[in-house]
């Protein structure tokens, strides 16, 4: 087991620091000390159920959004170049933190709207921007996610009408259309095919240049093509922490399959 | 086991059956006994037809005076009960706390078992206490009638709204949290308008409820001669009423064959909401996921 690598406070998107999750009394996370670095994708690995996706949701508080859920700790993210807390003092409003912290879902979740309208409609509501001024907007983030030329043709269909590779896509678009500052994939290729599972892969690896990336993997070989920094959770504590070199060691000598898996 | 796989089988089977003959025996009475008397002379008697529609000259006897008393009863009754109906079901469904959601869930579910007849009786006590305090000139009227057919239906809306909102999947909340929209925005923009086929549903319950209704106007402003509806204050006709008061009171056989005319072109009047407003509900439907 590796000590935990120590990342310098300028170049963190997101640290916790103690974070305890419970949803109805079960404690999920044990006190979670993580910092997560900018600009690089930054991927958790661990087993099903250890607690991966409550840690991801903690940063954009969507925790708060099912029944039951206590939670204490710190935890910052970095907003327009500033660490701030996502609760208490200094925090920024929850809808604001929510729209520059993006969140992507294991299964696409298109709105039940038009192509065109899963992107404007939460730029016209989050960010008070007139239709055209969205409109403007919209190949860009499409462009962004490679569906641009795949739907410019039916921008008015239904987003559902999509394949769930392209649904996928379009909810990256959406997120990334808000301008994050930090953008969190919950196991983002688990619902679709080898092949747009790697269409989204590449987009992710160069999405980096824009926006800090914290995805949640199963996939030990989506982790090894993609982390720049990986952090390993068992039962609800981090475990150990590798950077690209180590966890690419750590792969080939199996030692990583060994205590987390 | 297979025993009673065939039973309810047959079961299904033959309540479906029962639905379609009651339905289908009780159209072709009406209209075998309706469809004679329905004609021009039926709505507008010896008045010239825009002459009554322009309320130039008065109808005496035909239903057109009770038609136009309906239609306005409907349309004011609406007006009352849409906005409560939908709001109250959008914060049972998306606001309210657990204990709020029980209580008023309760309230609602008493005024949903009301007799409409009750009903009718309360709008009566209602007008006689407004009469002994603030309102000395009140009188039975369209406006204290609308009123209490709002109330009738307004379990109805409510019940609808609140459903169709829950039966949404829990993940469309839960996507536009993350997309930072807030809670107002989320109701009004993604959730409303995906239940709104099902609020639909509720409204043309709720119409054909308040165009059929009897006991409550009966009681609250309705009357057999009033001619065109003069404003909210004024008594008028309605044709339920006017049903009522044909059967019970008519005098040969050619008033009770007006009165099977009037009863099968209620059938229609309502039979052609619900068609209208099915027609609204996919038109929406298609503006809304192409807007």
């Known amino acids: 087991m590796s000590e935990m690598n120590k990342i310098p406070t300028d170049s963190i998107c997101a640290c916790t620091c103690g974070l305890r999750v419970s949803f109805g009394g079960r404690e999920i996370l044990h006190g979670i000390d993580a910092s997560f670095p900018a600009n690089r994708v930054s991927v958790i690995l661990g087993r099903s159920g250890c607690g991966k996706s409550t840690l991801l949701r903690s940063l954009n508080r969507l925790n708060e959004c099912f029944d039951g859920c206590r939670s204490e700790g710190d935890i910052s993210v970095r907003i327009s170049g500033t660490l701030v807390p996502v609760t208490g003092n200094g925090a920024p409003p929850l809808t604001e933190l929510r729209r520059r912290v993006g969140m992507v879902f294991q299964s696409p979740n298109p709105l039940p709207v038009s192509i065109r309208r899963n992107i404007t409609l939460p730029l016209e509501l989050t960010l008070s921007l007139r239709r055209s001024q969205a409109e403007d907007l919209l190949e860009e983030a499409l462009t962004l996610t490679g569906l641009w030329n795949e739907v410019k043709d039916r921008l008015d269909a239904p987003a559902q009408s999509l394949s769930g590779g392209q649904q996928q896509r379009l909810c990256l678009a959406r997120a990334l259309a808000l301008k994050p500052d930090l953008l969190l994939l919950d196991e983002p290729t688990a619902s679709l095919d080898r092949v747009a599972a790697q269409k989204v892969e590449e987009m992710i690896c160069s999405l980096k240049e824009h926006v800090s990336i914290i995805m949640v993997s199963h996939s030990l070989q989506q982790a090894a093509n993609l982390a720049d920094y990986a952090l390993v959770i068992v039962e609800g504590r981090t475990l150990c922490d590798f950077d690209r070199p180590g966890l690419k060691n750590a792969l080939d000598d199996g030692s990583l399959v060994k205590i987390a898996f | ?291």
Request: proline fraction near 5%; include cysteine; charged fraction near 15%.
């Open chain 2, 1 to 291: 086991m297979k025993m009673r796989d065939a039973v309810l089988s047959f079961l299904g089977c033959a309540s479906f059956a029962f639905v379609v003959f009651g339905a289908g025996a009780l159209t072709v009475f009406l209209f075998m006994r309706g469809l004679p008397a329905l004609d021009l002379r039926l709505f507008f008697d010896d008045t010239p037809p825009l002459q009554a529609i322009f309320a130039m000259r008065p109808v005496w006897d035909g239903i057109w005076p009770a038609m136009a008393g309906t239609l306005s009863l409907l349309v004011v009754t609406m007006l009352l009960a849409l906005p409560l109906g939908v709001s109250c079901g959008v914060y049972l469904a998306c606001f309210a706390s657990a204990r709020e959601r029980e209580w008023i869930g309760e309230c609602v579910d008493v005024l949903a078992g009301i007799p409409s007849i009750v009903m009718g009786l309360f709008g009566l006590e209602l007008i006689v206490v407004l009469r002994r305090t603030v309102l000395p000139q009140g009188t039975t009227c369209l406006l204290l009638a609308s009123v209490c057919l709002a109330l009738l239906v307004l379990p109805t809306l409510i019940a609808a709204t609140r459903a169709s909102l829950e039966a949404l999947p829990a993940r469309l909340s839960l996507t536009a949290d993350a997309l930072g929209l807030t809670k107002v925005q989320t109701v009004r923009h993604l959730l409303l308008p995906a239940a709104g086929p099902g609020i639909l549903g509720g409204v043309v319950l709720a119409m054909g409820r308040a165009t059929e209704d009897t006991a409550v106007i009966m009681l609250t402003g309705a009357v057999a001669n009033a001619g065109l509806p003069a404003g909210l204050t004024a008594k008028f006709e309605a044709l339920p009423f006017k049903i009522f008061y044909t059967a019970a009171q008519y005098t040969g056989p050619e008033e009770l064959a007006r009165g099977f005319g009037t009863a099968l072109f209620l059938l229609l009047l309502s039979e052609s909401l619900i068609v209208c407003a099915k027609l609204l509900q996919q038109r929406l439907l298609r503006r809304w996921s192409r807007a």
